[in-house]
T-cell receptor, first 113, second 117 residues
Framework: GENVEQHPSTLSVQEGDSAVIKCTYSDSASNYFPWYKQELGKGPQLIIDIRSNVGEKKDQRIAVTLNKTAKHFSLHITETQPEDSAVYFCAAPKSLGAQKLVFGQGTRLTINP | GAVVSQHPSWVICKSGTSVKIECRSLDFQATTMFWYRQFPKQSLMLMATSNEGSKATYEQGVEKDKFLINHASLTLSTLTVTSAHPEDSSFYIC?????????????FGPGTRLTVL
């Protein structure tokens, strides 16, 4: 089964700077990698995802990169704003073709004004 | 689109009572719904997977007789915590996956905070 490791556990950046969160996975057959943002007291919200047939995907200030050889994928947030402060989770399928997701441990991102 | 709701958003109950949490997909039909549990400052832990019209499958270590799941329609799944105890206090979150959705894509509800006194 899949194992997902996420780093760092906490990240503090100045407003306007970039933030990068990295996840590694164990199953080379995994083909779907979503990122979720969770604000305090709320459910996770899908912010971006990437499939194994592409190496990078971008949506405004958010981008995700995938390195299949090294089995890691990263979330990049540019021009950070205070509202980006939240906990971010990466995930990967529990096994090939599985509907279940395995989540990383989470990264608490704090944007300092 | 892809909105998932949960009710109630929070509940406080006495030890020994049962609590039912509803999860609804508002604008799509959910073939599969997932129930997660999240303790403070921790990640999401999958409890069970429910498919419409069939029995839920539970993750290892999750007591199926304690956490009853019913997925009676394509838009509604319920989780009942039976004989709740203080250690069941947690944040319960559901997610749903719909017809024609891309593989693995899940949409989460806002969560239900359960406090057992």
């Amino acid at each position: 089964g899949e194992n997902v490791e996420q780093h760092p556990s906490t990240l503090s950046v100045q407003e306007g700077d970039s933030a990068v969160i990295k996840c590694t996975y164990s199953d080379s057959a995994s083909n779907y990698f979503p990122w979720y943002k969770q604000e305090l007291g709320k459910g996770p919200q899908l912010i971006i995802d990437i499939r194994s047939n592409v190496g990078e995907k971008k949506d405004q200030r958010i981008a995700v990169t995938l390195n299949k050889t090294a089995k890691h994928f990263s979330l990049h947030i540019t021009e950070t704003q205070p509202e980006d402060s939240a906990v971010y989770f990466c995930a990967a399928p529990k096994s090939l073709g599985a509907q279940k997701l395995v989540f990383g441990q989470g990264t608490r991102l704090t944007i300092n004004p | 689109g892809a909105v998932v709701s949960q009710h109630p958003s929070w509940v406080i109950c006495k030890s020994g009572t049962s609590v039912k949490i509803e999860c609804r997909s508002l604008d799509f039909q959910a073939t599969t719904m997932f129930w997660y549990r999240q303790f403070p400052k921790q990640s999401l832990m999958l409890m069970a997977t429910s498919n419409e019209g069939s029995k839920a499958t539970y993750e290892q270590g999750v007591e199926k007789d304690k956490f009853l799941i019913n997925h009676a329609s394509l838009t509604l799944s319920t989780l009942t915590v039976t004989s709740a105890h203080p250690e069941d206090s947690s944040f319960y979150i559901c997610s749903a996956r719909g017809w024609g959705g891309t593989d693995n894509e899940q949409f989460f509800g806002p969560g239900t905070r359960l406090t057992v006194l």
